[in-house]
């Protein structure tokens, strides 16, 4: 239990000292808006994310990683450009899905005021997230805010949320960000299934890995090394989708689909520059969609 809670921990700050770095970007094209993630930081992070000048950290960041800054650089700007167009379709409730050091509840608390925002997470990582809100920024939790602690592996998602407040007869926004791909298939359906329960209108934003990288081929870009690296944690993949299996799949699920994109869709809606040209390549395996009840 202990290795698990510190490997969530340690996968929540990693995500941090990317977006960190990609809020450093100095082409306010491709700047990451999150300014919050840089208190998450620990030594090691903190080292990487000041390198000057930032060119260097990044040319390093896609040594190490390739694909990884300008993914959560999509990643990002996708998922908070969609929960701004829900909070305008007038959603009531906001429920953001392994949390870890998301910053959404805070950076868009004043246009979530009207919502009710609950942080589903494990306790662990929920407790150093509190720690360094208070430490850093002094953040006292607005009384719409919740955070749920929850053993994803063993507590039930809606009985923990109802036990918070949450109701299914109000509309929601789900996001589920760096989750869906470790999580065996009926797992992801689960969770998919209960968005479909909820008030009309209600939708889920979730990323997820191709079919083909989940089976062995690796030879999508960042795929090698990124392999490597699950392989030495000891993290697989277990769940992935072929694109063309996708629809079907969010049907049976009993949801719509609203969109479904890849690296190409990705890039060209969020990685232009000032110059107009594509800042680079995005992991090739990876594919966000947004589909409502």
Known sequence: MRNQKNKAI???ESVAALRASAHQDADLEIKCKDYLAKHFLK?????????????????????????????????????????LSEITNNIEQLVILGAGYDTRGIRFQEALRNASVFEVDIHSTQLQKKKVLNKKISFTPPQN???????????????????????????????????????????VKKTLNFVSLCKKGSSI????????????????????????????????????????????????????????????????????????????????HARMVHASS
Request: net charge positive.
């Open 10 to 12: 340690k996968s929540a």
């Open 43 to 83: 030594s090691n992070y903190k080292l990487l994310t000041s390198i000057k000048p930032h060119s260097l950290q990044k040319k390093i960041l896609e040594k190490i990683a390739p694909g990884s800054y300008n993914y959560i650089i999509t990643r990002t700007k996708h998922f908070d450009k969609i929960l």
């Open 145 to 187: 805010y919740t955070f749920v602690s929850l053993d994803f592996t063993k507590d039930d998602l809606r009985e923990s949320l109802e036990k918070h407040g949450f109701l299914t007869t109000q509309k929601t926004l789900f996001l589920w960000e760096g989750v869906s791909y470790y999580l065996p298939e009926k797992d």
């Open 205 to 284: 934003v979730f990323d997820y890995s191709i079919k083909s990288f989940v089976l062995g081929d690796h030879s999508t870009y960042g795929g090698k090394k990124l392999a490597k690296w699950l392989k030495k944690i000891k993290e697989p993949f277990l769940f992935g989708l072929a694109p063309e299996e996708t629809p079907n799949f969010i049907k049976e699920c009993n949801l719509k689909l609203l969109s479904d994109m890849g690296p190409e869709e990705l890039s060209n809606q969020y990685l232009i520059n000032s110059k107009g040209k594509i800042e680079g390549n995005t992991l090739g």
